[in-house]
């Protein structure tokens, strides 16, 4: 299990043994095809990594959805950061987002400009800062899916330092699957993200393979597990069923960490949000419910909806997001957006399917 | 292969070598960390165990045994073709 070395994780990334899997998905395809999407950063960086695509039959395919967070955060809540930085409060925040540009500035900008950002690791690293702190103000920038929220939950239902708020921009995967299903999206089953599943349980997968028809599927992020997800949804098209399946049972239940759950339930209400590059989703959002307004850096600073904003010009993150064109069909990929060079936040963050792409082009034909 | 800046949904398994209070300290690979077990509190973490960490708190104990199962079920198919099995 440990990072390196031997571990009860070793096979999990046994090429021979992924191989393997990999001839089961030729058999059980049969030569039909099959549209499959993921919506995880770490699962296309685990896929890229290990060059999973080019081991599929012809007419498998997996294709990236809206998995990185900080890609569809919109760049006028990056702005209203930039802003807070840059007229004396701390901006605490992951370092993932800290590159990506709003609509006027990015937080690197305003750090460069005398604005005061700060990158944590976690919560917990943000609320030891403001406590050393006591007389200046602390922004916490909180992103991500639901494996983020519960430890913005947790700490702001148990009471954050006075001179401390949140500013949450998370967001909730299933609402966001649910809406490239109504939008018609061309797929034919999903996997679903395997540590947002740890926290809401497999369970929460189950009105959308009923209502929709399609498998999903729960894998976790070796090269076996990813490989397992394909085989078990090409299986379940052939068969003509579409259930959920939970593949990676070592990490996530099917109830999920009811103790997280409750945690974001009693300190967020559900929100319409806006993704950025693809639109505004109902009950997509997390705020803070009006108990802990004196917590809400929303309420505080008065930041309150941001339009809607797409992607700069020429960028085609917001199809790269939909699945719609892999990286290398927009013309700026490797030309004039490259990780050191950004244009669009899928090539600025880790998560981004663009630099990920980009990182591993040579594995890739 | 752990990334330099961990991406939001990323998180790490690691085995607990001390718990004092709510903050367990987590061996990853070598490498000792601290985490929180506020989210985990119900799950009686104890020393040995595996927990996966993300952004500094344990979010779940791995299930060793539901790791085992499945390898157990595929090197069985591998097991069989390689042994000639009709």
């Not at chain 1, 409060?89 to 993932?96: E, L, Q, S």
């Not at chain 1, 540590?195 to 028809?213: K, M, N, P, Q």
């Amino acid at each position: 299990m440990s990072a390196g070395g031997k571990s009860i994780l070793s096979p999990f990334r046994d090429r021979a043994l992924v191989e393997r899997v990999a001839r089961e998905v030729r058999g059980a395809s049969n030569g039909e095809a099959c549209r499959i999407m993921h919506v995880c950063g770490t699962h296309e960086w685990a896929i890229t990594h290990a060059g999973l695509r080019e081991m599929l039959p012809e007419g498998v395919e997996v294709v990236a959805g809206p998995g990185c967070p900080v890609c569809v955060t919109p760049g006028g809540e990056i702005d209203a950061m930039a802003d807070l930085a840059c007229g004396g409060a701390a901006v605490t925040t992951f370092g993932d987002v800290v590159r990506v540009p709003g609509r006027k500035t990015s937080l690197a900008e305003a750090k460069a400009d005398g604005g005061d950002v700060r990158v944590v690791y976690g919560m917990a690293d943000a609320i030891r800062m403001a406590r050393r702190e006591p007389g200046k103000g602390f922004v916490h920038f909180s992103i991500g899916f639901e494996t983020t929220a519960p430890m913005a939950a947790i700490e702001v239902g148990r009471g954050l330092p006075a001179n401390m708020s949140v500013f949450s921009t998370h967001k909730l995967i299933p609402p966001a699957m649910e809406f490239l299903l109504r939008a018609g999206i061309e797929v034919d089953g999903f996997i679903c993200p395997g540590h947002v599943s740890t926290i809401i349980g497999a369970d929460a997968y189950r009105g959308l393979a009923e209502g929709y028809g399609k498998p999903m599927v729960v894998a976790g992020f070796e090269p076996l597990d990813v490989m397992l997800g394909v085989l078990e949804i090409v299986r379940q098209k052939r068969a003509g069923i579409a259930t959920v399946s939970n593949m990676y049972g070592r990490a996530v239940s099917q109830r999920g960490n009811e103790l997280a759950v409750e945690a974001m339930e009693m300190v967020f209400e559900r929100a319409d949000a806006e993704w950025r590059g693809i639109g505004r989703i109902p009950g997509s959002g997390l705020r803070l419910r009006r108990e802990y307004a004196g917590s809400d850096a929303a309420v505080r600073f008065g930041i309150g909806e941001v339009p809607a904003d797409g992607m700069p010009a020429g960028c085609g993150c917001g199809d790269v997001l939909l699945g719609r064109i892999r990286p290398e069909g927009c013309a700026l990929f490797g030309r004039s957006c490259r990780p050191e060079s950004p244009v669009g936040p899928c090539m600025v963050s880790l998560e981004g399917t663009c630099s990920i792409a980009y990182k591993y082009r040579d594995k890739m034909q | 292969m752990l990334f330099k800046v961990f991406p939001l949904c990323l998180a790490v398994p690691g085995r607990v070598v001390e718990i004092d209070g709510e903050v367990a300290q987590v061996d990853f690979g070598g490498i000792r960390k601290e985490a929180s077990l506020a989210l985990v509190a119900k799950m009686g973490i104890k020393v040995g165990d595996y927990v996966l960490v993300h952004t500094g708190y344990a979010i779940t104990k791995v299930d060793e045994k539901e790791a085992e199962e499945i390898l157990a079920t595929w090197r069985e198919v591998v097991g069989a073709e390689e042994g000639g099995a009709p």
